[in-house]
């Protein structure tokens, strides 16, 4: 779609363009148009053991048991265990919770920390973000006499673990319809599941005499786990994100109101700043912190509590930013020997278990090849985190290395991965891994062609522009944001900006200019055009627009992912 000199008319006729683009069909744009729970969301109960989940549930608050929710350490895992945690408090039961230290405990139910939690009275522990692969722990746990619910959306082997009831649209005997919601965040599913157990109450008379919870209101946890765990978002996450920042803009939650603050945002948080302000904040605390904050921070009703927490979250996120740079450097060095690798994988002792994922993720963006980094002990063990590219299942691939004995442990879902290796086994590991994964990447490679959306010349990159296309958000990971091209122009001016990002202000042949920015570009093939190869050329310019409002008065900006010469 070619706007030309940015006269745009009715907006509603470029987000219509943008969803077709998406795979919308023509007679579902309009229900794809404002995405809403009524219009997107299904039945709990085609979910297998959802029904015998609430009904468990629902047995133990009519007995007054003690129930406790067991979270893993990252965002998911503490907005899924804060959704649970405040919604049995609006049904009159005080939950306890358990979130495992990451360095002492590592991923996953332990059966040792279920058996002693079953010891100290908690007759049902509901597991969430975790617990698809724990075979041993909940065997434990059940030795024990403990019922365990799973709630967990991570890969499932054929033979799944013993429990009370586990919930989990990627199991492997799942309808149909289940299944397609494979994509769902952990926090998703709970949120299926506080539906489920309303409902299992209603029947049985528990709101009598008492009000209902407000569901709706548990939406901003909804919000940013789905974002923060780099959930898909088509279809049911959309419908979840899009009204999730509806009611964080309202500011009910005393610990999600205390974390925008602490962002320093000074508006109502948009899609990006769940993954990019809000959930690197309480990552911290699992990363290199307490792990329980993040979980403490969204169930919180006291003001003061709630603006200390964020306080000392955001102060642990910069400690992590500082140990992250330290191990890229580190990582990075070790790439040089790995060209011909389809998959990175880096390993040494010293390195801190908590970034480990985000440098994967970083090495993943800047090779474009499926990248695991792990930590290694004094011992010799090897805590491994790993992302992928589209297309490419590491999660998988990673059960599959387990079960051939590859690995200590291993589990995750199609982009990211977590594991634990012998040291003695690395390197035969990586080479499997390798060949494993060689051709799933060289096709995904084959379809890295950049998607572009429209073009306009730079008159056309306006805020009406930028408002016009963020109606068909929310964007992330499945529904990417659109991608606009720029030209043709010229460079007025480029140069580098903080450690290696590159800035730019180019002209175009309609007598307008426009301002860009390439993130962590310098180094880059682009970033070295731009910078030293592009002196007097015409340039298409291509990436995601953006509003820079540090000004007296907004403008439209380019974010710049890609760049090619006109003439």
């Known amino acids: 779609m070619d706007l030309g000199q940015g006269h745009f008319g009715d907006g509603e006729v470029i987000v219509r363009q943008v969803l077709l683009a998406r795979g919308v069909a023509q007679d579902d744009l309009q229900r794809h148009l404002s995405p809403t729970l009524r219009d997107f969301l299904p039945d709990p109960s085609e979910f297998n053991d959802m029904d015998a989940a609430a009904d468990r549930i629902a047995q133990a608050i009519l007995s007054n048991e003690r129930i406790t929710i067991y979270g893993d ?117 709970a949120f299926l599941l506080a539906i489920a157990l309303v409902r299992t109450l209603r029947a049985r008379g528990f709101f009598e005499d008492r009000r209902e919870p407000d569901l709706f209101a548990l939406l901003d946890v909804v919000a940013l786990g789905t974002v923060a765990d780099v959930a898909a978002l088509h279809g049911l996450n959309r419908a979840f994100v899009a009204q999730g920042l509806k009611v964080m803009a309202r500011r009910d939650n005393i610990g999600m109101a205390a974390l925008i603050d602490a962002s320093r945002l000074k508006r109502a948080p948009a899609c990006s700043d769940l993954g990019f302000a809000l959930g690197p904040r309480i990552n911290a605390g699992g990363r290199v912190g307490e792990s329980t904050l993040g979980v403490r921070l969204l169930t919180t009703e006291n003001a003061e509590e709630a603006r200390q927490i964020a306080a000392q979250l955001s102060a642990l996120n910069e400690e992590r930013r500082a140990i992250e740079a330290e191990v890229q450097q580190a990582a990075e060095e070790q790439l040089a020997a790995q060209h011909n690798r389809a998959v990175h994988v880096v390993a040494a002792r010293g390195w801190h278990p908590g970034v480990i994922g985000i440098v994967a993720g970083r090495i993943k963006e800047k090779s474009g090849k499926p990248s695991l980094v792990i930590a290694l002990d004094e011992n010799g063990e090897g805590k491994g985190s790993g992302r992928s590219i589209p297309g490419v299942d590491l999660g998988a691939a990673i059960i599959r290395a387990r079960e051939e004995g590859l690995l200590v442990k291993g589990g995750g879902h199609a982009m990211a991965a977590g594991l634990t290796v012998e040291e003695g086994k690395l390197e035969a590991f990586a080479d499997w891994l390798d060949a494993h994964l060689e051709s799933a990447v060289a096709r995904a490679g084959e379809n890295r062609e950049m998607l572009l959306d429209l073009a306009v010349a730079p008159g056309g990159l306006t805020p ?47 007598g307008k200019s426009l301002k860009g920015i390439a993130f962590r570009a310098a180094d880059s093939e682009m970033g070295q055009a731009l910078l030293y190869g592009s002196r007097g050329r015409k340039l298409w310019l291509a990436g995601r627009v953006k509003i820079d409002d540090w000004g007296s008065r907004p403008q439209a900006e380019l974010h710049l992912e890609d760049a090619a010469f006109a003439d």
Not at 148 to 173: M, Q, T, W, Y
Not at 484 to 507: E, F, M, N, Q, Y
Request: hydrophobic share 45%; aromatic share 4%; net charge negative.
């Open 73 to 189: 350490y990252d965002v998911d895992g503490a907005t899924s265990s804060a959704l649970l945690i405040r919604l049995l408090r609006d049904l009159g039961i005080g939950a306890d919770y358990y979130i495992p230290d990451r360095l002492l405990e590592g991923y996953g139910p332990s059966g040792e920390a279920l058996v002693k939690l079953a010891e100290a009275g908690s007759s049902l522990i509901v597991t969430v973000d975790c617990g698809a692969m724990a075979h041993e722990a909940l065997a434990m746990a059940s030795d024990a006499g403990v019922d365990v619910i799973v709630v967990d959306h991570h890969k499932c082997s054929p033979e799944l673990p013993r429990a009370a009831a586990l919930v989990n649209p990627n199991r492997l005997d799942e309808n149909d319809l289940a299944a397609a919601h494979g994509h769902l965040a952990a926090v998703g599913v």
């Open 464 to 510: 009406d522009l930028v408002e016009a296309l963020d109606g068909g958000g929310p964007y992330g990971v499945g529904w990417p944001g659109p991608r606009v091209a720029v030209g043709p122009v010229r460079l007025v001016k480029c140069d580098i900006v903080g450690t290696d990002h590159v800035r730019l202000i180019a002209s175009g042949e309609d």
